[in-house]
């Protein structure tokens, strides 16, 4: 097939590239590393492949398997993740991009540090939060996503990034009970000194569609400005604590957990759908009346629904989310040392 033969002699450029003087060796590939990961289980079925539990000389790692088909995604999230300072505790952490395989077929894989205990959404199933680890979930997934908007100027600057894919199973929880951000192979950069936004191979409608904000699903300003992209993240960090604060224990109860607008969108809504009920109905998650009782539940409802406005200019940045959650922790720990 043609469009095969495409791939795969780009492939082959990439590995050639980095295999020898290092000229232009954007991406880390170290052809044995496939070779050498024992796989013990698959941890997690994406859109793209698989990932997989596996050992590396004894430790565990994860690895992510695109299939053939896929080389362009995984050619762009091997690409992000070697960004120049993207290395963040917020930030899942890379090891190596490498054409290797299961055995019997070919693969193109991403090696990263593997975490036990999976994506915040199968950590948050039937778990109550104590408001400290409740905080600690959000300021650190918001301090990773800081990170990634937040442009470094230097001689060796990081672009601003935003990630256009933020939800709950692409977040990752950590042992410590901290979290850290993952699949970037929605990602888009923005390079100042050209004044250009740099979309990747996904230039049209990105992300999941039940998290998409009302001016993502009108493709009214998307990828006009990149403050615009940034923005559509910070819809996304909305719904997020919403899903974490309902397991938070406010008041003396939680929630179970649920996805956001699990009553009025179905199992893969369309584009649609999702427009029906965000801009036409202008529903968005439910803010329990009990939270108002509560400062921190109250301040937590507050950046929601600011987060959520319609309006993309309204919403609040990461940066200051950060902030805000950095206060609220610190009123938290006090408190209890007061009590105790
Ligand atoms: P996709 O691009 O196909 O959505 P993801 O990178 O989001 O793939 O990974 C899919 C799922 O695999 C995640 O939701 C998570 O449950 C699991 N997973 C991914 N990376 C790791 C990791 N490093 N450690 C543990 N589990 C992981
Ligand atoms: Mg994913
Ligand atoms: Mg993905």
């Not at 992000?80 to 917020?90: A, K, P, S, V």
């Not at 090696?111 to 036990?116: A, D, G, P, T």
């Not at 301040?299 to 805000?324: G, H």
Request: net charge neutral.
């Amino acid at each position: 097939r043609h469009a095969t033969n495409g791939m795969i002699s780009t492939l082959q450029d990439i590995v050639t590239e980095s295999s020898g003087s290092g000229r232009g060796a954007a991406l880390l590939v170290q052809s044995t590393v496939g070779r050498q990961c024992r796989f013990i289980k698959e941890v997690g079925k994406g859109r793209f492949g698989s990932v997989w539990k596996a050992t590396w000389f004894g430790d565990p790692i994860a690895v992510k398997i695109f299939s053939t088909i896929e080389e362009n995604s995984w050619m762009r999230e091997a690409e992000i993740y070697q960004t120049t300072l993207l290395r963040h505790d917020g930030i899942l952490g890379f090891i190596a991009a490498d054409i290797g395989g299961t055995g019997t077929s070919t693969n193109m894989i991403l090696v990263m540090e593997y975490h036990e205990y999976g994506s915040l959404f199968d950590f948050l199933q039937e778990r109550r939060l104590d408001a400290a680890l409740m905080l600690r979930l959000m300021h650190t997934f918001v301090a990773g996503l800081c990170h990634l908007h937040t442009e470094i100027i230097g001689s060796q600057g990081k672009p601003p990034i935003a990630h256009r894919d933020l939800k709950t199973k692409n977040i990752l929880v950590k042992g410590n009970l901290t979290c850290c951000i993952a699949d970037l192979g929605h990602c888009a950069r923005y390079l100042s000194e050209r004044n250009e936004i740099d979309l990747g191979y996904q230039t049209g409608l990105v992300g999941t569609k039940r998290y998409m904000p009302p001016e993502v699903v009108t493709q009214t300003v998307v990828q006009t400005t990149f403050e615009a992209l940034k923005a559509a993240d910070m819809y996304n960090v909305a719904l997020i604590l919403w899903e974490i604060a309902r397991c938070g224990v406010c008041c003396g109860e939680s929630y179970t957990y649920q996805y956001p607008y699990q009553q009025e969108l179905p199992v893969d809504p369309s584009v649609q759908h999702v427009y029906h009920v965000i801009c036409v109905l202008g529903i968005r998650p439910t803010i329990p009346g009990r939270w108002q009782y509560d400062p921190t539940f109250k301040a937590l409802a507050r950046i929601m629904t600011e987060c959520w406005s319609a309006d993309w200019q309204c919403r609040q940045s990461a940066l200051r989310v950060k902030k805000t959650l950095a206060f609220l922790t610190e009123n938290c720990l006090s408190g209890k040392e007061s009590e105790a």
